[in-house]
């Protein structure tokens, strides 16, 4: 039954890569996840219209270590992202929801739009240049990899033989090569970010909840996820 549910969710995930999941190295977390719901999103996958922003002295970091030995810090700026773009049949599977491994989807997810702008050559930020600059397409697939791993390792969340595998090969496949190589940057609307960060203010969780508790009723921005490592 656990093969024939491992070749149903490959199958549905479809024209997957490869990524050497059992040998990637798990890295390390710090910061924490801010995630603001700014409207729906009626497509497949993922779930929900969302935007990362990372708040001072809060930002949610990812240090790993490339195959040349150099040690990476990766940070994401601010971006638009809809959880894991899981297909909405298999989200109910254990460990394939669209937040199931959020702060590895925040990751994984910046580092192809940073690269998006790279690619269109349109202002990237030094950020944006020195982490995705010379990286692989195959590398992004690895830092998924790792990325779950490291949550796995340090008891985050459930160790499980299937979801880490098969989410880490579907970001290697064509799809998201195709995606990679796209040239279509997209920034947060000023509107989006002039609101978002009015709503994070000081950067007080009590301060930004309030806020977003009354633009339940304006339509605001509101603060639906926090995920911290510190």
């Given at each position: 039954?656990?093969?024939?549910?491992?070749?149903?969710?490959?199958?549905?995930?479809?024209?997957?890569?490869?990524?050497?999941?059992?040998?990637?190295?798990?890295?390390?977390?710090?910061?924490?996840?801010?995630?603001?719901?700014?409207?729906?999103?009626?497509?497949?996958?993922?779930?929900?219209?969302?935007?990362?922003?990372?708040?001072?002295?809060?930002?949610?970091?990812?240090?790993?270590?490339?195959?040349?030995?150099?040690?990476?810090?990766?940070?994401?700026?601010?971006?638009?992202?809809?959880?894991?773009?899981?297909?909405?049949?298999?989200?109910?599977?254990?460990?394939?929801?669209?937040?199931?491994?959020?702060?590895?989807?925040?990751i994984h997810d910046w580092l192809f739009v940073a690269r998006k702008c790279v690619n269109d050559g349109k202002q990237p930020t030094a950020h944006e240049v020195e982490i995705v600059g010379d990286m692989s397409f195959q590398e992004s697939a690895d830092i998924m990899g790792e990325t779950i791993k490291t949550l796995i390792e340090s008891n985050r969340v459930k160790r499980r033989e299937l979801s880490p595998v098969a989410i880490s090969w579907a970001t290697a496949g064509p799809v998201s090569r195709n995606l990679w190589n796209e040239e279509t940057c997209v920034r947060l609307h000023p509107t989006h970010l002039a609101n978002i960060q009015h709503l994070i203010g000081d950067g007080r969780l009590a301060g930004i909840q309030a806020r977003s508790k009354r633009n339940e009723r304006t339509g605001g921005p509101q603060l639906v996820g926090t995920i911290s490592f510190d």
């Open positions: 039954m656990r093969f024939l549910m491992s070749c149903l969710v490959l199958l549905a995930l479809s024209a997957c890569g490869y990524v050497n999941y059992k040998d990637l190295k798990a890295g390390s977390f710090s910061g924490a996840v801010h995630v603001y719901w700014v409207g729906e999103n009626n497509t497949a996958f993922g779930d929900g219209n969302f935007v990362y922003v990372p708040v001072r002295g809060q930002e949610l970091t990812f240090t790993r270590t490339r195959a040349n030995g150099e040690v990476q810090v990766i940070r994401p700026e601010p971006f638009y992202t809809d959880g894991g773009s899981v297909p909405k049949p298999l989200q109910s599977i254990g460990g394939m929801s669209a937040w199931g491994y959020a702060p590895a989807y925040i």
